[in-house]
T-cell receptor
């Protein structure tokens, strides 16, 4: 049963600490999305990768957030330094490149910054 | 710029009654439209999509959606609601015109509509 795997599922950290969230896309998928979900903003697109190359990270605060794909099986989202306003659920989704393709979501990382 | 609007924060329905969750979209070209459902503490699950062809699309769990180009709408429907349908529903759009004109296949989501089905 192919699925997107995100780790950790939950993370509580202190303000100022570095946070790294990981995502394993479905094997064979070449597009990866990072979304952030909050009550106030809903689902926000943070970054988009195709064939491991970042195509759009305009939704991401550049001064503290960074997203990478070291290889085809791993995508990472880092926050350094973290702030309380970063508290949210972060979702990774993967898909194929076709425009008709739906995105498949992981279960998310619930981040709490205190 | 592409956008999706879900005008209702919450929809309340009695079990057994038909349900409708509304979605309207705005794109520069032709849209590909999607519905997702999110249960508590879970990721989004794909329900159905409209790409081309028949305006009435059938999806998982008995849901269907009707694409209306003149009204730029893609409302989600189910003939008979179940208590287990209670969840958060998201409409999403992909602007294929933007994708072909140098953009990419960005999937933009609406704010979500919470569906509550009462026994």
């Amino acid at each position: 049963d192919a699925r997107v795997t995100q780790t950790p599922r939950h993370k509580v950290t202190e303000m100022g600490q570095e946070v790294t969230m990981r995502c394993q896309p479905i094997l064979g998928h070449n597009t990866v999305f990072w979304y952030r979900q909050t009550m106030m903003q809903g689902l926000e697109l943070l970054a988009y990768f195709r064939n491991r190359a970042p195509l759009d990270d305009s939704g991401m605060p550049k001064d503290r957030f960074s997203a990478e794909m070291p290889d085809a099986t791993l995508a990472t989202l880092k926050i350094q330094p973290s702030e309380p306003r970063d508290s949210a659920v972060y979702f990774c989704a993967s898909g194929t490149e076709g425009l008709r393709s739906e995105a498949f979501f992981g279960q998310g990382t619930r981040l709490t910054v205190v | 710029a592409q956008s999706v609007a879900q005008p209702e924060d919450q929809v309340n329905v009695a079990e057994g009654n038909p349900l409708t969750v509304k979605c309207t979209y705005s794109v520069s070209g032709n849209p590909y439209l999607f519905w997702y459902v999110q249960y508590p503490n879970r990721g989004l699950q794909f329900l159905l999509k409209y790409i081309t062809g028949d305006n009435l699309v059938k999806g998982s769990y008995g849901f269907e959606a009707e694409f209306n180009k003149s009204q730029t709408s893609f409302h989600l429907k189910k003939p008979s609601a179940l208590v287990s349908d209670s969840a958060l529903y998201f409409c999403a759009v992909r602007d294929i015109g933007a994708a072909f004109s140098g953009g990419y296949n960005k999937l933009i989501f609406g704010a979500g509509t919470r569906l509550a089905v009462h026994p």
